[in-house]
Nanobody, 128 residues
């Protein structure tokens, strides 16, 4: 079992930066790919970024809308995954969720249905 707790959300202005954290508990953290998704009001949960297991090279992938602005990283010793966001835009406003994906195939972990565990979410609001 993996318990995930997100933090770091809040209200910022367009162009600002923010870092989200997702702290995990459970002994098997390193065996999961870790991803960030977001969900805006009235929309489906969408993929943001994923970082694969270290044993799979720790490869990262991003949604096109956030590439070059967001960076995902993980610290297996601290059992934490981060999402560094720069040049935030109003369209980035959403509840951000981190999740744990057991697959070792990156394409699988871009789908929310492949995730076994989710955090409770943290609100990010970007004003124009």
């Amino acid at each position: 079992q993996v318990l995930l707790v997100e933090s770091g959300g809040g209200l910022v202005q367009a162009g600002d930066s923010m870092r989200l954290s997702c702290a995990a508990s459970g002994r098997t953290f390193s065996s999961y790919a870790m991803g960030w998704f977001r969900q805006a009001p009235g929309k489906e949960r969408e993929f943001v970024a994923v970082i694969m297991q270290s044993g799979s090279g720790g490869i990262t992938s991003y949604a096109g809308s956030v590439k070059a602005r967001f960076t995902i990283s993980r610290d297996n010793a601290e059992m934490t995954v981060y999402l560094q966001m720069i040049r935030l835009k109003p369209e980035d406003t959403a509840v951000y969720y981190c999740g744990a994906c057991p697959s070792r195939l990156g394409v699988h972990c871009q789908r929310a249905s492949m995730y076994t565990y989710w955090g409770q979410g943290t609100q990010v609001t970007v004003s124009s």
